[in-house]
């Protein structure tokens, strides 16, 4: 069982319910821009799945079945609790590698690129990690089952959200035991002291036996983020620019030995004279562009509507003709990649959006031509009627807007 899928309301409560903690208390840790951001990884993350890129399912089953391994029965909670350690030491050996060899950072640091820490930056999830599936192989050579391996592997990332706050200080000596808040902060700081430290899912343990545990010191306040600051709110830029610059990297160096040893070396490593261009260490200062009130306010319902959507897809893929899956995929990632252009107050964010808003009006026409037959209904409601209709008052909204302010603001520095 995916117990991920089903958390996903409970995230979202508990993300309401930090961020109200956080007025109260006058310490409040989430910004919009921010916020939105990290969830439109979160829901990213989710979408991939419908492309349904199974390379990791066929090389594990080409190596269980050559090499003739033979799944045991989970009928006891014994091999549960045994298996649930077994992945957590597997996690923390790819977690460790994903800071260490570059071609697997490229995929973790879209985690890593909040400069805020609080429950969003937890649900701020990679679409590009094809690779880390080989730490869990042996775990399936064990004769471990799918569904066992699936059920422990998302109740650990399950247990992982809580401990994404500033709210909680320390646990005594739990700290020492679990990853807990406390802990963790001092993974995601970019710190002298704390960088690459406390790599654990559930049990810090495995960081205390191999060395890389550090205690959080509360005289020393944690800077969240990456060494080289994103500094966009693309969450396509988010995925993929640290792939860019290492094959850059890989292009530019001079021997064959670099250009392979680019991907399997420190995030912090290049070849020669390429080595200075990568030193540039973390901004203090956080990103934030200035953008209107209206654009942070179309933007963050603009967002909630397409994470539904998205949610339906998810849930109702199988139920759909490929072709359709795949375009309302292509839309919903336009989508977006358009909603970070508001947030950066892009002075073409307009204009996208009205090519989007348009181009889903002239889709609610063709579509019952293109897919003929097919129900677009759902409780009762025409779905085509209903695109209609928000696409209009999307239209008319951004038509009002434009009247009273004319030019919508642009930060330089966006």
């Not at 951001?37 to 890129?53: D, E, F, H, K």
């Amino acid at each position: 069982m995916n117990f991920v899928q089903l958390a996903i309301p409970f995230f979202i409560l508990a993300l309401l319910v930090e961020f109200c903690f956080g007025a109260l208390v006058k310490r409040q840790t989430y910004r919009l821009s921010d916020t939105v951001n990290s969830l439109q990884l979160g829901v990213l993350s989710r979408l991939v799945g419908i492309l349904r890129l199974s390379f990791s399912a066929v090389v594990i089953s080409w190596f269980v079945s050559k090499l003739g391994v033979e799944s045991w029965s989970p009928d006891h909670w014994i091999y549960w609790l045994l298996s649930f350690v077994a992945y957590d030491f597997c996690y923390y050996w790819k977690h460790r590698f994903g800071h260490e060899w570059r071609i697997m950072w490229a995929s973790h640091v879209a985690h890593h690129q909040s400069q805020d820490y609080n429950l969003s930056t937890a649900l701020r999830q990679t679409s590009t990690d094809y690779i880390g599936f080989v730490f869990y192989l042996p775990l399936y050579l064990l004769g471990m089952p799918v569904e066992v391996v699936i059920s422990v592997g998302s109740l650990n990332l399950v247990y992982q959200f809580w401990v994404h706050t500033e709210h909680v200080k320390t646990l005594g000596v739990l700290d020492y035991i679990l990853v807990t808040p406390a802990n963790h902060r001092v993974h995601h700081a970019v710190n002298h002291g704390y960088l690459d430290k406390n790599y654990g899912g559930v049990f810090i343990l495995w960081d205390r036996l191999f060395a890389t545990f550090v205690m959080e010191d509360q005289a020393k306040e944690c800077i969240y983020g990456i060494r080289h600051p994103l500094n966009s709110w693309n969450p396509l830029w988010a995925n993929f620019h640290v792939w860019l610059d290492t094959a850059y990297i890989c292009f530019q160096a001079n021997t064959s030995r670099d250009k392979f040893l680019v991907w399997f070396r420190s995030p912090a490593w290049a070849p020669g004279s390429l080595s200075a261009k990568v030193e540039r260490q973390s901004d203090s200062e956080k990103y934030q562009p200035a953008v209107s009130f209206f654009n942070k306010a179309y933007t963050f319902i603009q967002f909630w509507i397409v994470t539904g959507v998205a949610l339906m897809l998810q849930a109702g893929q199988n139920m759909l003709p490929r072709s359709l899956v795949l375009t309302v995929f292509v839309a919903l990632l336009g989508s977006i990649l358009i909603q970070g252009y508001w947030l950066e107050a892009r002075r073409y964010a307009y204009l996208f959006e009205w090519i989007r808003l348009i181009s889903l009006l002239f889709c609610s026409v063709i579509v019952p031509f293109l897919w003929p037959g097919l129900a677009f209904e759902l409780a009762s409601f025409d779905v085509l009627e209903l695109l209609r209709v928000f696409c209009v008052i999307c239209l008319a909204v951004l038509s009002v807007n434009h009247l009273l302010i004319r030019e919508p603001k642009y930060s330089p520095g966006a």
